[in-house]
């Protein structure tokens, strides 16, 4: 069993920057990817960035190519996402989840409870 706790949501206007954490207790991340999904208001959950915890390789999706990282601190067993030049339609409630691989969230066994984040406009 893995517990995922998501933390760092919040309230940014349009072009801030706030960056998600996500620490892993009960074992770690070895041998699973770590994704980050996130669902706004009236919409299905939607993939937004995976690291493979054992090469370090990255998948974004297309809508945050080149805004948001997703980072990892090995030593802390701790998943970070750092999203830059948010903009309104990132609103949303972001999960991270592991226990797989892959871009849906059948992939994935463990998911933490979410951090919220609005940008306002």
């Known amino acids: 069993q893995v517990q995922l706790v998501e933390s760092g949501g919040g309230l940014v206007q349009a072009g801030g920057s706030l960056r998600l954490s996500c620490a892993a207790s009960?074992?770690?991340?070895?041998?699973?990817?770590v994704g980050w999904f996130r669902q706004a208001p009236g919409k299905e959950r939607e993939f937004v960035a995976r690291?493979?915890?054992?090469?370090?390789?990255?998948l974004y999706a297309d809508s945050v190519k080149g805004r948001f990282t997703i980072s990892r601190d090995n030593a802390n067993n701790t998943v970070y996402l750092q999203m830059n030049s948010l903009k309104p339609e990132d609103t949303a409630v972001y999960y991270c989840?592991?226990?797989?691989?892959?871009?849906?969230?059948?992939?994935?066994?463990?998911w933490g409870q979410g951090t919220q984040v609005t940008v306002s406009s």
């Open positions: 690291m493979t915890w054992s090469s370090g390789r990255t």
């Open positions: 989840a592991t226990g797989g691989y892959g871009v849906y969230e059948y992939d994935y066994e463990f």
């Open positions: 009960g074992r770690t991340f070895r041998g699973y990817a």
